[in-house]
Structure formats: structure tokens, C-alpha cells
């Protein structure tokens, strides 16, 4: 069982930046693909961010690409979202999820994918204004 913590949420007038963090527990952290997705109420669940477990590789949704930046620490169990230039349209609920153990790391359509995730945090509210 992984548990995950997500902190660094608030509020952010546009242009401005905000760095999420994700704590996990366990001591196989740095074997744990990570990723951020984020959710408005009433629609779907959608990805943000990924990235391997070395650290190595990232992927990024488009509409993000160039603002956000997602990193990890392994000797800390954490991994990061930092948000720059942001938008009201980023604002979300956003949370933190392991990849499923043992399932290779694919492309850009099966790392975006919610269903491959097994862990979720609780979230934590990003709001944008204008």
C-alpha cells in the first residue's frame, strides 16, 4: 500500500506560480513511476504530467507544456509540480498517482492514461484568477 500526500495548493492571481509536492510512503519510491493529473468538478480526471522513476523521462500534456514542470527527489519520497505562468483554466483539484507496479512505461497515451495509475492522493486545490 502506498500512501500519497499532496501540499503547495492556494490561491494565485494569472501569470503567477505556485510548486505542488507529493509525499509517498515506502521504500520503493525510487521504483515508482509518478505522474499529476487534475479534475474541475464535473468532468473527467485529466493528465498533467509524468515521469519515470529515474527521472530520466517526462511527458507533459500540451496544454501545459513549457509552463509546468514536474521533477522528483527519491532521497526525499517526493515529486513536484512546479506551475509557472498560470492561467484561470488551470485551476483544478490536482493530485499525485503512482503508475501500476509492474506495468512498462509506454507511450504518451498509456502514461496519460487514468486507469494505469493503482495510488492516488487526496488533492489539493489549485485557483487561478483573472
Known amino acids: 500500500q502506498v500512501q500519497l500526500v499532496e501540499s503547495g495548493g492556494g490561491w494565485v492571481q494569472a501569470g503567477g506560480s505556485l510548486r505542488l509536492s507529493c509525499a509517498a510512503s515506502?521504500?520503493?519510491?525510487?521504483?515508482?513511476?509518478m505522474a499529476w493529473f487534475r479534475q474541475v468538478s464535473g468532468k473527467e480526471r485529466e493528465f498533467v504530467a509524468a515521469?519515470?522513476?529515474?527521472?530520466?523521462?517526462?511527458h507533459y500534456a500540451d496544454s501545459v507544456k513549457g509552463r509546468f514542470t514536474i521533477s522528483r527527489d527519491n532521497a526525499k519520497n517526493t515529486v513536484y509540480l512546479q506551475m509557472n505562468s498560470l492561467k484561470p483554466e488551470d485551476t483544478a483539484v490536482y493530485y499525485c498517482?503512482?503508475?501500476?507496479?509492474?506495468?512498462?512505461?509506454?507511450?504518451?497515451?498509456?502514461?496519460?492514461?487514468?486507469?494505469?495509475?493503482?495510488?492516488w492522493g487526496q488533492g489539493t486545490q489549485v485557483t487561478v484568477s483573472s
Open positions: 515521469i519515470i522513476w529515474s527521472g530520466g523521462t517526462t
Open positions: 498517482a503512482v503508475f501500476r507496479s509492474g506495468m512498462a512505461w509506454g507511450n504518451f497515451a498509456f502514461v496519460a492514461a487514468v486507469g494505469n495509475y493503482d495510488y
Open positions: 515506502g521504500r520503493t519510491f525510487n521504483t515508482y513511476h
